[in-house]
């Protein structure tokens, strides 16, 4: 019988998630002696025993990780024998350096749902259950190593029954952080705005459920943020909730109660039900069916963003409740999630009538996660909640602590250390002080959890992007990376590919090199470097800013790019004649009149000729309004064509005015966009690569996708500007790889 010894090193998802209790029972299971225990680095394993028991050990360790383990990296050494006489875990061992990873949220798991309805165990209706397998991770850690005293549960003293489970290595619940039971954990309470207890615990969810069924708005305090939340089908009471947050057609996400549900709402592919069902539970755009939710939610648009009730608090609300229920993030528009109940009555005074807190701290703020699905990939627009912080390991020399600051709309940032890639959850778009201190607290927060502090900066070329402004203020070496090439970078990353590409990237803005603003882009480019073969034939974006709101002005600037010609003069009449004459100056002077490329930007115009639209109230908007006039049914396309370096395109307006009708403007400029990508990528040898924000037009990529299904895109990383972190580190490792 041959006895021997090996001790493992393992890095990943492995701490936090049942990895310890995992090892513990299989190392018996397989007669094994020997100990595991958590480090900074991840889990240390020392097994000793019949050579063919470890290889089972090894087989079954890999094909039955609990459900939220993923392990990147295991070494493996033989050890002189130690003749251990048992197997057992050893408590966490502290040291100077840290490079564990934090999980972010999760779902509640099925497990506890059953427990949670079964009326004979003891958390028969606890809203706060939760076990190794689910809840929350990120949001309550205040520092690493992820262990109670270290998160906001400190607080709460377990009762025996809870200990005993937590010290269990066979339970469900050993070392589950955030363990609790009704006798010992957090306590709910439900007030009006002035602080006035109303009630506590299930009272409280019933009573708020109740506000929520006589069309009051409420907030209730979720997993990482307030929740905004109303009735969905009160049209009375969305169409206040819009005026009072002067949100006049942004769509609300719908939360419902069980995919039954969502599937009586909407188009269900199998893709976007397991997405859906998912223990990230995302908020998933879905194509609407005929249903009796108010047209307010998503007005003019024809999908909706669904997730399912994730934490067992929604689910008891929805225990007292029939329909669905908007939920969507409480802010002030554009600031942060509020996080906690002096925040809330401050930023949320006169909005919300009445809500439901909680007495444990969220730490770490972070939003629902978005997405869609294309064939059965996903297409990432916001990555938070059940997604990042999220790490990637990387082959690299690279010694270096690096920092991405990433891009000013859509923020997120990404650390390299150690071989490593941290993304971070989305913190916003920086325009705000609220949001600008979120980027500053996210930015402490990973310093504290992995104990870094860069050697290198790495952001944006916009000089007046915050994160730009930040990272040059900070006396450390910077690199910029052009917004674009960024773009491309983070879908190279993905999808490890090193060589060269063709990259289109195309979004609403960003700085090109030449000082203009880009974002209709071609380039070849490998990792280190680019070419900008071919762009939109820049136009001048009358006013700057004011025209990105008013995009009437968007058209009217491409009008006046082109010969004159009697058929504009029904467009023109719309203008007061001294408005008018005060653009034609703009334009003929170029006087605060950037030039632009930005393909986001041709949507705004195409809108506003088909007369859906002439002012956007959020990003994005007129490209979900010409989305869903989208027919199928319509082959034709509009010219626009590559003259040497530039697409052409202003002179399709006419053609638009005469087509009159916006199914068909819209159709006929979808497919001519399918039709330059698909054009361009034939004229190259080279993988085809798209990123950028107008890539979430779905049926934009679909369509692409249809003529060339080889086509890459991103999927596990956020489309839009949520990856240029990840490019600008993509940038930096090239160079040592
Ligand atoms: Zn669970
Ligand atoms: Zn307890
Ligand atoms: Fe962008």
Same mark, same amino acid.
């Given at each position: 019988m041959i006895i021997k010894h090996f001790k493992y090193s393992i890095e990943g998802?492995?701490?936090?998630?049942?990895f310890r209790p995992f090892v513990y029972t299989m190392a018996l299971k397989y007669s094994l002696k020997g100990f595991v225990l958590n480090d900074s680095t991840g889990v240390k394993i020392s097994i000793e025993g019949k050579i063919e028991d470890i290889e089972n050990f090894e087989k079954y360790l890999n094909a039955n990780l609990p459900p939220l383990a993923r392990i990147d990296k295991l070494k493996k050494v033989l050890s002189p024998l130690e003749n251990f006489n048992s197997f057992s875990i050893i408590k966490s061992i502290r040291s100077s350096s840290k490079y564990s990873l934090v999980s972010p949220d999760f779902a509640m798991c099925n497990d506890c749902l059953s427990e949670m309805r079964?009326? %004979?165990? $003891?958390?028969?209706?606890?809203?706060f259950t939760n076990c190794t397998n689910c809840g929350p991770r990120y949001s309550i850690?205040? %520092?690493? @190593?992820?262990d109670r005293p270290n998160t906001?549960?400190?607080?709460f003293i377990m009762c025996e029954e809870c200990q005993k489970e937590y010290d269990n290595?066979?339970? $469900? +619940?050993?070392?589950?952080?955030p363990i609790s039971c009704e006798k010992c954990g957090p306590t709910l309470s439900l007030k009006d705005m002035a602080g006035n207890l109303i009630a506590t615990n299930i009272d409280a969810i019933k009573g708020l459920a109740n506000f929520i069924k006589d069309g009051y708005i409420v907030a209730m305090k979720g997993m990482g943020g307030f929740h905004l939340i109303c009735?969905?089908?009160n049209s009375e009471t969305i169409k206040n909730l819009r005026d009072k947050k002067n949100r006049p057609s942004k769509p609300f996400a719908v939360m419902m109660k069980s995919i039954q549900d969502i599937e009586s709402t909407c188009k269900l592919s199998p893709s976007e039900k397991s997405r859906v069902i998912s223990n990230e539970r995302p908020i998933v755009l879905l194509k609407t069916k005929k249903?009796?939710?108010?047209?307010?939610?998503? @007005?003019?648009?024809?999908r909706l963003g669904v997730f399912l009730a994730y934490t067992p608090l929604h689910v008891k609300l929805f225990d007292f409740l029939e329909n669905h229920i908007i939920a969507t993030?409480?802010? +002030?528009?554009?600031?942060p999630i509020v996080t906690n109940e002096d925040d809330l009555r401050l930023k949320l005074n006169g909005i919300i009538d009445y809500y439901l807190d909680y007495? +444990?701290?969220?730490?770490n703020s972070s939003d629902d996660s978005v997405l869609q699905v294309i064939g059965t990939k996903d297409l990432l627009m916001r990555s938070s +909640?059940?997604? %990042? @912080?999220t790490n990637i390991r990387v082959k690299s020399n690279e010694k270096r602590k690096i920092l991405a600051v990433g891009a000013h709309q859509k923020n997120a940032i990404a650390i390299y250390m150690n071989n490593q890639v941290i993304l971070s959850p989305y913190i916003g778009d920086l325009d705000n002080i609220a949001t600008v201190e979120a980027f500053h607290k996210t930015l402490k927060t990973f310093k504290e959890f992995y104990d870094f502090e860069p050697d290198l900066i790495v952001c944006d070329?916009? @000089?007046?992007?915050e994160s730009t402004k930040w990272a040059k203020s900070q006396n450390i070496p910077i690199v910029q990376v052009q917004h674009h090439y960024a773009h491309i970078l983070s879908c190279m990353f993905e999808h490890e590919i090193d060589e060269k590409v063709l990259g289109i990237a195309w979004d609403g803005t960003g700085y090109g090199d030449d000082g203009s603003i880009w974002g209709g882009e071609f380039f070849v480019c490998d990792r280190s470097e680019y070419e900008r073969v071919a762009y939109f034939e820049p136009f001048l974006l009358l006013g700057g800013d004011a025209s990105?709101?008013?995009?009437r002005r968007i058209a009217l600037s491409m009008i006046l790019d082109c010969?004159?010609?009697?058929?504009y003069n029904d467009f023109l009449a719309e203008f007061k004649t001294s408005e008018l004459n005060l653009l034609k100056q703009m334009h003929k002077k170029e006087l605060n009149s950037p030039k632009c490329s930005a393909v986001g930007r041709l949507f705004d115009m195409v809108a506003v000729i088909a007369r859906v639209?002439?002012?956007?109230?959020?990003?994005?908007e007129s490209g979900l309004i010409l989305e869903s006039l989208y027919d199928e049914g319509i082959e034709d396309s509009y010219d626009i064509y590559l003259d040497g370096h530039i697409v052409r395109y202003k002179h399709v307006i006419k053609e638009m005015i005469k087509d009159k009708e916006a199914r068909i403007i819209a159709s006929k400029f979808i497919n001519s966009l399918v039709n330059i990508v698909c054009n361009i990528s034939e004229k190259y040898s080279l993988k085809t690569l798209l990123s950028g924000g107008?890539?979430?037009?779905r049926t934009l990529l679909e369509n692409i996708l249809k003529r060339k299904d080889n086509i890459i895109f991103q999927n596990?990383?956020?489309?839009?500007?949520?990856s240029i972190a990840i490019g600008q580190l993509t940038n930096i490792l090239s160079h040592t790889n």
């Open positions: 998802i492995v701490q936090g998630v049942g079964d009326k %004979t165990n $003891r958390r028969y209706n606890y809203f850690i205040k %520092t690493v @190593p992820y906001s549960m400190q607080a290595p066979c339970d $469900r +619940r050993y070392h589950a952080q009735d969905a089908s249903n009796n939710l108010s047209p307010l939610i998503a @007005p003019f648009i024809d993030s409480a802010n +002030r528009a554009g600031e007495n +444990r701290e969220i730490v +909640r059940g997604i %990042t @912080p070329k916009h @000089p007046l992007y990105i709101k008013d995009i010969e004159e010609d009697k058929i639209c002439d002012k956007v109230s959020y990003d994005g107008v890539f979430q037009n596990k990383l956020p489309i839009n500007d949520g």
